[in-house]
C-alpha cells in the first residue's frame, strides 16, 4: 500500500491550499486517515483525522475553523483545505492512515505517505 500527498508550496497568509493523499496499492477502505504535521525542531502533531465513511472528524484546536478534512471514498483520496494559514502553519504534513479508529498519537499510524512541504508567506 502507498500513501501520497500532494499540493503542498507556498501560500500567502490569509490565502488557502488544498492538500491532497492519494492511497493506492491496498485497499484502504474502513480505515482511519489522518493529516500530521511538523515543522522544524518539534515533534509531529496531529492536524485532523477522518474516518472513511466521513461521518466522524478530529481536528486539533490550532486548526479548528480554519482546516478541513474530508474524503473521496471513490478516489481513495482524502483532502486538507487549509483556508486562511498562518505564520504557525508552516511544515511538512503527512498523510497517514491506521485500521482501528480516530487517534491522535503518531505512533498509533503504521501507514505513511513521504509527506509534502507547506510554506506561508506574509
Known amino acids: 500500500g502507498q500513501l501520497v500527498e500532494s499540493g503542498g508550496g507556498l501560500v500567502q497568509a490569509g490565502g488557502s491550499l488544498r492538500l491532497s493523499c492519494a492511497a493506492s496499492?491496498?485497499?484502504?477502505?474502513?480505515?482511519?486517515m489522518g493529516w500530521f504535521r511538523q515543522a522544524p525542531g518539534k515533534e509531529r502533531d496531529i492536524v485532523a483525522a477522518i474516518n472513511w465513511s466521513g461521518g466522524s472528524t478530529y481536528y486539533a484546536d490550532s486548526v479548528k475553523g480554519r482546516f478541513t478534512i474530508s474524503i473521496d471514498n471513490a478516489k481513495n483520496t482524502v483532502y486538507l483545505q487549509m483556508a486562511s494559514p498562518k505564520h504557525a502553519d508552516p511544515a511538512v504534513y503527512y498523510c497517514a492512515a491506521n485500521v482501528w479508529r480516530i487517534l491522535v498519537v503518531q505512533d498509533q499510524y503504521p501507514f505513511w505517505g513521504p509527506g509534502t512541504q507547506v510554506t506561508v508567506s506574509s
Open positions: 496499492g491496498r485497499t484502504f477502505s474502513n480505515r482511519v
